[in-house]
């Protein structure tokens, strides 16, 4: 069996220094993976009941402060080297689906393979997303069809094959 542990993205936790001790600690301690959530925006009042704490409310919520994914788990690749790093859920809608395959495939590159990426395209939330999305230029089925034909192995911007499996 193995375990992963999610690093914090906001918080007192949250700074450079900290997050580099707690990822190079988890390594040391033989975790296979470390994963970091895709909250780009976390509005300062929401209503409805968050069902993974205590009193149902969301953490860090009160600053709307959030680390962004791709850019910390980059941070943390060079304070590691056998760690697998995990998109706990990367939300395609939120990104330009070519910047983002690119990031992607670099990090993995850089970080020499230790990607492991989680997306989503359609959720419970897909309401709030497709209509976040729809106020920007792409619509959500035109973003997906964008990353998938970034990733194809035709693509002059392909991501790399291991990632198919």
Not at 81 to 105: C, D, E, F, M, Y
Request: charged share 20%.
């Amino acid at each position: 069996m193995k375990y992963g542990f999610t690093l914090p993205g906001r918080g007192q936790l949250a700074t450079p220094e900290r997050l580099g001790i707690i990822a190079r600690k988890g390594e040391e301690f033989g975790f296979d993976s470390l994963l970091t959530g895709d909250h780009i925006l976390v509005p300062r009042n929401i209503s409805s009941v968050y069902p993974y704490t205590e009193g149902g409310e969301f953490p860090g919520s009160g600053s709307g402060e959030s680390m962004e994914q791709i850019t910390l788990l980059s941070y943390i690749a060079g304070q590691t080297s056998k760690i697998r790093l995990v998109t706990s859920v990367l939300i395609v809608p939120h990104r330009n689906p070519l910047i983002a395959a690119k990031s992607l495939a670099t990090l993995d590159l850089l970080s020499e393979g230790r990607l492991v990426v989680g997306v989503i395209f359609l959720s419970q939330r897909s309401a709030v997303l497709t209509r976040q999305c729809s106020r920007s230029a792409l619509e959500l089925s035109a973003r997906i069809s964008r990353l998938e034909a970034a990733c194809r192995a035709d693509s002059p911007h392909r991501c790399p094959a291991h990632w198919f499996g």
